[in-house]
């Protein structure tokens, strides 16, 4: 029994973990955006944390075909975008709020992929929230550039989704490290270009590496090592939890207030996640067992 808990709970804690790891990670590269500006954050995100899966995966020692490598390359622009994207999102919207934004990408997929009734349960939810947050008036205290930006990830997830199920035969260290190489091709440049000299500063070089650390292999290894143990559907109610935790340490960390209805928005789309989530693991359960 106690070894079926910690079968259970170890990768639970690592998926908790990975989206720690990847909100403080982003919280603590937003205060270097008055140094490098977002765009030069983002390369050095996206930068780095290329250089560290490289040497730790090594991906040169797998074979990899044409048509796996335009794959990958697709995979890789999309994150790389993505990535660039969201950064500039927070430039002038609070990091929660960038999330749950953010988030209506991967929900879309989700419910493209539906015909069940409950999905427009979900649905409904996802589009509540977004309703209440997107500054429809022009009273809104939100950025419309920031909510564009952070809209634009949303689209660049969901192709990175679609994307990276092409990629799913390859192993996951050789698909994430030369998509990663790819997204540094992509937004290292632009970011160089707009940060300019301050990117050789040290202190700016060893912030950038601790940003890339802990945004990003961090999280991708706890996710990698936690997808090997844990239910698809399981994993996936837990990533939904993913904008309440960036809001949590976003005001505690960031000091992010949020109002009393973003705050109910940000709950819809999580509510709209988990569900869309439970029910399609139900779903497949039910097909798997019609097949056998």
Not at 42 to 71: K, Q
Not at 137 to 154: F, I, K, N, W
Not at 206 to 224: C, D, K, N, Q, Y
Not at 258 to 286: D, E, H, K, P
Request: positive net charge; aromatic residues 8%; glycine residues 8%.
């Amino acid at each position: 029994m106690n070894t079926l808990r910690t079968s259970t709970w170890l990768p639970a804690l690592a998926v908790l973990g990975s989206i720690t790891s990847l909100c403080i990670g982003t919280s603590f590269a937003k205060k270097l955006f008055p140094l490098v500006g977002a765009e030069g954050t983002s390369a050095m995100r996206v930068g780095f944390s290329a250089v560290v899966l490289l040497l730790f995966w090594r991906p040169w020692r797998w074979p990899l075909t044409r048509r796996d490598a335009i794959s990958i390359a697709r995979y890789g622009f999309t994150l790389g975008v993505m990535n660039l994207l969201f950064y500039m999102a927070l430039r002038t919207i609070p990091f929660g709020i960038a999330v749950a934004i953010e988030f209506s990408g991967p929900l879309a997929v989700a419910m493209l992929s539906s015909r069940r009734a409950v999905d427009f349960i979900w649905l409904a939810c996802a589009i509540a929230g977004l309703l209440m947050l997107l500054p429809l008036t022009h009273d809104s205290a939100l950025d419309r550039t920031g909510v564009l930006c952070a809209m634009g990830a949303a689209v660049c997830w969901a192709l990175y989704i679609l994307f990276g199920k092409r990629t799913g035969h390859l192993h996951a260290g050789h698909s994430v490290s030369l998509g990663l190489v790819v997204a540094s091709l992509v937004v290292v440049p632009y970011g160089v270009m707009h940060a300019s000299g301050s990117l050789l500063d040290p202190y700016i070089l060893v912030a950038g590496v601790g940003v890339a650390i802990v945004s990003s292999a961090i999280p991708m290894t706890l996710e990698m090592a936690a997808l090997k143990r844990l239910p698809s559907e399981t994993f996936g109610v837990m990533v939904s939890l993913e904008p309440a935790v960036a809001s949590l340490l976003a005001l505690l960390l960031l000091g992010e207030h949020l109002s009393a209805s973003q705050w109910i928005a940000i709950g819809f789309i999580v509510a709209a996640s988990i569900g869309s989530t439970i029910t399609a693991g139900r779903a497949r359960t039910q097909a798997a067992e019609m097949a056998g």
